[in-house]
């Protein structure tokens, strides 16, 4: 599977940005779907998941981001509203099979990242 993200740019604080990650391949919809993020000076972290039908959020982004799917498209999108600077990091979409979607470790599959930088 390979991923490719895109849509990421330079937003003011409040505004808003949808991220996308295409991948390729005939299963997509079996694979459980994440984005994380890494931000200069920190471990990369966990944003959003979705599996199954299931979703689940950081509690960082909660009420503010959505993660959406379009098995069609083999796609998965990051919908990002209300940013504020700490959401400023480079963010990866991710693929797996495992159980384990909170964690780096549960994903087999990177997309190169898109930069998301939030001014104040």
């Known amino acids: 599977v390979q991923l490719q993200a895109c849509g990421g740019g330079l937003v003011q604080a409040g505004g808003s940005l949808r991220l996308s990650c295409a991948a390729s391949g005939r299963t997509f919809s079996s694979y459980n779907m994440g984005w994380f993020r890494k931000a200069p000076g920190k471990e990369r972290e966990f944003v959003a998941a979705s599996w199954r039908g299931n979703r689940i959020y950081a509690d960082s982004v909660k009420g503010r981001f959505t993660i959406s799917r379009d098995n069609a498209k083999n796609t998965v999108y990051l919908q990002m509203n209300s940013l504020k600077p700490d959401d400023t990091a480079l963010y990866h979409c991710?693929?797996?099979?495992?159980?384990?979607?909170?964690?780096?470790?549960?994903?087999?599959?990177w997309g190169q990242g898109t930069q998301v930088t939030v001014s104040s």
């Open positions: 991710a693929a797996g099979t495992s159980r384990s979607t909170l964690i780096e470790a549960g994903y087999d599959y």
